[in-house]
């Protein structure tokens, strides 16, 4: 409870400051807009195009929350706030279930404190409720078993609860939960030896339920729609995992993003797995000979307490490192690959990381002292290189964040001093590493909304929109911003537009009411109706030229521009371009 009370604190305070994030939380939000609109749960549209890329369940989670708390931006996040506060919670409980109720405090706090975790608690994506649906499934596996030297029981109910968190997890972000899950879970057992265990589940129980969670939508989402379950399954599941379509980045991406993302509890992750007084059952496993259980001269010389570890610590080291392992090289296989992806393999590193540092607090103090030494030395040069990185680069987005890079560099140096002079007392230094994590997000949070003119348009929409209820209609040139619907409540017609609502919706939808070509933008525009047109700076010339009557330039914020085709004068700037803009 103490965890998920931090948790929601950390999570729900400022939630709904920041303006929609472009593309990813514009998406979410509309989608969920046009079901509450339209009534129907059934189908999701985007921009009014059916859109299959992602199940329903954040599409109906969202929709009851802005059905309660309204359409802003709070209600389109609380959904991956409310998952991530579940998330710290049961990492808390199985790293107790693990290694103890010191461990299960410290892996929550770790979690919820890892900055990578933090920044997409409060992102509207499917992401934290797919992570917190396999961190439950894993969760409840692990829990089933209770085993000792000649026997392994297991629990049928906690069983049939991971069916239940893959099924939803399936209806979160497709069977990628059921595929990660079962890998790691099948591996895991493989690997201790105990694949007898797979002749004991209860298939029919876990499958039954499962398939109640999963199928019905699926088959109602394919009777209304012919062709869903190909587009979904094959173009949005094995071409997009197979194929560098997006995103396209080297199996490398995933290694300093999640040491970044979880610094700094990672540095202590390696001593979660040093040699110990550790029980194996296993016959291979590459972290065997490392975690086998060392001389007595050895635990005496490094001042090892003998008794410190249960006697299936390394049955439970193995699940985490598996776990972690899994998730790791299946999303660095494909070259389409985003920050978020990575969410599901941070509770083993939380938990980890706690382990690890409740086994340095057992080490003699001269042996514990050179290990924060070298975590001093780690700090201080990442706070030397942003302040020198933030000094020498001055220009675009750098310039903007460079206050806040000096905050995260004061409170890198702050956790090296600390690690100097407090070394003997680890629970000192979890303390100052948890307030200058704090800190560091509290930078990170302020940056976000210094940041937000060039990737949100909140300020755009305010500006367009009394022109759009005065019934002009709404364009977009060459592009398409997803959150412009969500603030003005209208579609949002795209022209010359080539991008992600293509592969499915221009063939079965309505290609006049959503998709122009230039020549109808040019027709549309001189037209006895008005029209705003959301255009990119750099087309400005161009389309100053081409479309009659000349455009007036209403508003624009960040690299966009809002064009009107009346003769206006523009209220406070005396029949000049907006404050900012420039006129095309």
Request: proline share 7%.
């Amino acid at each position: 409870m103490m965890l998920a009370g931090l948790a929601l604190v950390l999570f729900l305070v400022g939630l709904g400051r920041p303006p929609l994030w472009e593309p990813d939380e514009g998406r979410y939000a509309e989608i969920a807009r046009e079901m509450v609109t339209s009534h129907d749960y059934i189908t999701p549209h985007n921009n009014f195009v059916r859109y299959f890329e992602k199940p329903p369940l954040v599409y109906w989670l969202t929709a009851a929350s802005l059905k309660f708390f309204g359409p802003d931006e709070f209600a389109v996040r609380l959904q991956a706030a409310i998952a991530s506060v579940g998330q710290v919670a049961i990492t808390g409980a199985l790293g107790e279930k693990m290694f103890g109720p010191t461990t299960g405090v410290i892996a929550g706090l770790v979690l919820a404190l890892s900055p990578l975790f933090f920044a997409f608690a409060r992102f509207a994506t499917p992401d934290p409720a797919l992570a917190f649906f396999i961190t439950a499934a894993l969760a409840c596996f692990y829990s089933s078993f209770r085993w000792s030297d000649r026997s392994i029981d297991i629990g049928t109910n906690w069983m049939v609860g991971a069916a239940a968190m893959l099924g939803l997890g399936t209806l979160t972000k497709g069977p990628v939960a059921l595929l990660l899950a079962g890998t790691i879970a099948i591996l895991w057992l493989l690997q201790q030896g105990w694949q007898q265990v797979l002749f004991r589940v209860p298939w029919l129980r876990c499958g039954g339920v499962y398939l109640g969670f999963t199928l019905p939508w699926f088959i109602a989402v394919a009777q209304r729609n012919p062709g869903f379950l190909t587009f979904f399954i094959i173009h949005e599941h094995f071409q997009r995992y197979l194929e560098s379509t997006e995103h396209s980045w080297g199996p490398w991406f995933y290694i300093p993003i999640t040491i970044a993302g979880t610094w700094p509890w990672v540095y202590f992750v390696p001593f979660a797995l040093l040699p110990g007084p550790i029980k194996r059952t296993s016959s291979w496993w590459p972290f065997r000979r490392n975690l086998k259980r060392p001389p007595e001269s050895y635990v005496e010389a490094h001042g090892l307490n003998a008794d410190s570890d249960g006697e299936h610590t390394g049955a439970a080291l193995d699940f985490l490192v598996t776990w972690f392992a899994v998730v790791f090289i299946f999303f660095s296989i494909p070259r389409s690959k985003l920050g978020e992806y990575i969410l599901p393999a941070l509770p083993p590193i939380g938990i980890l990381a706690a382990h690890g540092l409740m086994r340095i607090e057992k080490l003699a103090t001269p042996t514990r002292r050179p290990v924060f030494l070298l975590f001093a030395a780690i700090n201080l040069a990442a706070a030397t290189a942003i302040v020198v990185f933030s000094t020498v680069v001055s220009f675009g987005s750098f310039s903007i964040l460079s206050g806040d890079a000096r905050v995260v560099a004061a409170a890198l140096f702050a956790v090296a001093i600390t690690s100097v002079l407090f070394a003997g007392c680890v629970t000192t230094i979890i303390t100052a590493l948890a307030m200058s994590v704090i800190v560091e997000i509290g930078a990170a949070t302020n940056a976000r909304e210094r940041l937000a003119p060039l990737v949100s348009y909140r300020g755009l929409a305010r500006i367009i929109a009394p022109y759009i209820h005065r019934g002009c209609k709404l364009m977009s040139y060459g592009h398409f911003e997803q959150a412009l619907p969500f603030y003005t409540g209208e579609p949002e017609i795209l022209v010359n537009y080539r991008g992600e609502l293509q592969p499915f919706g221009p063939r079965v939808d309505s290609k006049d009411s959503v998709f122009a070509s230039l020549r109808q933008l040019e027709k549309t525009w001189a037209g006895d109706q008005c029209v705003i047109l959301v255009v990119n700076g750099l087309n400005l010339p161009t389309l100053a030229n081409l479309l009659s009557p000349k455009p007036t330039l209403v508003g624009c914020e960040g690299k966009k521009a809002a064009l009107y085709n009346r003769q206006v004068r523009v209220s406070g700037q005396d029949g000049r371009a907006p404050k900012g803009c420039k006129t095309p």
